[in-house]
């Protein structure tokens, strides 16, 4: 099988082990417990190639989890466990069929993950495919920041690599701290536009000018992004369109999002994607496409179309036309939970912080109404700012999480430190805390009890009995605190009182003192 003999070359190049012979040895070791299939969660890339095709080469059927979530009623494999099979065992001879099966999980951004039956000989037709269509060979080297347990990683990180004679680095590599150590000079990066955003944001994001490739997938590659990428480094950039059920779709080069050659795409009744391939039988989406001959156009999801007053509303076009703003970094719409209306959750961006700072929410969701009304007239009527939408690695927001989101009320963080002494809390208030749309809405403000309050908490944190009988001796307001700002309080006791001094952004702004119970 050329597969197995792709297998038997292949090497990481970051690990001196030879990836074939630990395939063995583990394939034998599990052979004695007998089990017909096998939950595999393994953090390093290595060691999940060695379980996964381990277990292939004996029949025996992986389930490669999205989470270190095992079942009590299954065999699995994980980080703990993983070196017990690799001890010296009587040899085997591997076998790998074609037709064995294996399951995936979806990533379960649209409700709980699923397990997707793939074909051992589906994935190898469709890294030969990419291998060719891309042109990729035995003088790339691969390395990557997404997980090998996803299709996406699996994918590209493992099976095309193989295939193609490539190398690849074992080791995931998802903090810039961690790429910028590789000489990036010809080497493709299998990513997501999540951690792109990162690296174009790093001091040493010049230093990704020597890439080869960078192929990405997981969400939208935006044309802001990618133009930033391309002002940064010549790589070739390939924005992958494709899901756990399709596997590869589409990708797009810098023009437009084409269909891949061996990929045949149709559309349902309600204009929702159908696709067929040789590593994909048959499967209907839940994307809203257009298709003119080999382009293809994503309007959304068929899930993500609401009708609102006798009228079918597009949610992320309201999205889109939300960022059109430039106040948002990003955003999330849906419908509200408790009422029949449309809610947006908003992260903003830093002309949104600073329109926030001088009118507060008020003047943020006055802008975004003035563009939303001559389109979608008053559709969203609840919004919320948040410091961040908590998406998933593969930078999908999870739907099941707006509703938290959208009731939450934030609290800040706080850095703790003691110096000489004195105790200092620091944090930086974002605009998401709930105090800064209750009071002031036209001007944002921390308000002086608030403040207050925070010092009355840690100073019982320090263990001072802070109770009724206390009495605030001193209390000088200096400054305004406002949103974005970073705050510092700095908190000593002596002589049963509490001294505490308030700085904002450097600068006192407030001071004062407590006497303690009388």
């Not at 979806?106 to 469709?126: C, H, Q, V």
């Not at 998933?392 to 959208?406: D, R, Y």
């Amino acid at each position: 099988m050329e597969f197995e003999n792709s297998l038997k070359e292949f090497k990481f190049v970051d690990i001196d082990k030879n990836l074939y012979s630990q395939v063995v040895i583990f394939g034998a070791n599990l052979k004695e417990y007998g089990p017909s299939e096998v939950e595999i969660y393994l953090s390093e890339t290595f060691d999940f190639c060695v379980a996964f095709f381990g277990a292939l080469a004996i029949g025996v059927r992986p389930i490669l989890l999205a989470k270190p979530i095992f079942s009590s009623d299954k065999f699995n494999i994980n980080d703990e466990n993983f070196k017990n099979f690799l001890t010296p065992a009587r040899n085997i001879e591997p076998k790998f069929d074609i037709n064995s099966t294996f399951f995936l999980q979806t990533s379960g951004s649209t409700g709980k993950s699923k397990n997707i039956p793939k074909r051992l000989g589906a994935m190898i037709e469709e890294g030969l495919f990419l291998k060719e269509e891309l042109g990729f060979n035995e003088s790339d080297t691969f390395f990557s920041s997404v997980s090998h347990q996803h299709m996406f990683g699996l994918t590209f990180k493992v099976f095309l690599p193989i295939i193609s004679g490539a190398k690849a680095v074992s080791k995931e590599l998802n903090y810039p701290e961690a790429i910028f150590e590789l000489d990036l000079s010809n080497l493709s990066f299998v990513t997501s536009p999540v951690l792109l955003q990162t690296l174009i944001s790093s001091p040493r994001a010049a230093e990704i000018s020597g890439l080869k490739n960078i192929i990405c997938a997981g969400s939208v590659l935006k044309s802001e992004l990618r133009a930033s990428i391309a002002k940064l480094s010549s790589a070739r950039i390939i924005d992958i369109y494709g899901s756990t059920e399709t596997g590869v779709v589409a990708r797009n080069l810098g023009e437009e999002l084409l269909l891949f050659s061996k990929v045949k795409a149709g559309l349902s009744e309600d204009e929702a994607l159908n696709v067929s391939s040789p590593w994909c039988e048959f499967f209907q989406t839940s994307d809203w496409a257009q298709i003119e001959g080999n382009r293809l156009t994503l309007k959304g999801r068929i899930d993500r179309i609401v009708k609102l007053n006798d009228k079918r509303v597009n949610l992320i076009s309201i999205e889109n036309k939300m960022l059109e703003s430039g106040l948002l970094k990003d955003c999330y719409c849906d419908t509200h939970p408790k009422f029949k209306r449309l809610a947006a959750l908003l992260e903003l961006s830093q002309e949104g912080v600073k329109l926030f700072r001088n009118s507060g929410k008020k003047g943020v969701v006055g802008r975004l109404n003035e563009l939303l009304r001559p389109e979608f007239k008053n559709s969203v009527r609840y919004f919320k700012i948040v410091s961040s939408l908590c998406k998933n690695a593969q930078g999908k927001f999870i739907k099941a999480n707006f509703k938290e989101l959208l009731e939450k009320s934030e609290e800040p963080n706080w850095d703790k430190s003691r110096e000489n002494g004195i105790y200092k809390f620091k944090t930086k208030l974002s605009p998401a805390l709930g105090i800064f749309t209750e009071h002031f809405p036209n001007l944002p403000l921390l308000p002086g009890f608030v403040q207050l309050d925070f010092v009355f908490k840690f100073a019982r944190e320090l263990g001072a009995e802070i109770g009724d009988q206390c009495v605030v001796e001193n209390l000088k307001f200096l400054k305004f605190v406002r949103p974005n700002d970073e705050l510092c309080i700095e908190i000593s006791q002596k002589d049963e009182k509490v001294y505490f001094e308030i700085f904002c952004n450097g600068d006192r702004s407030a001071t004062g003192r407590i006497k303690l119970g009388l």
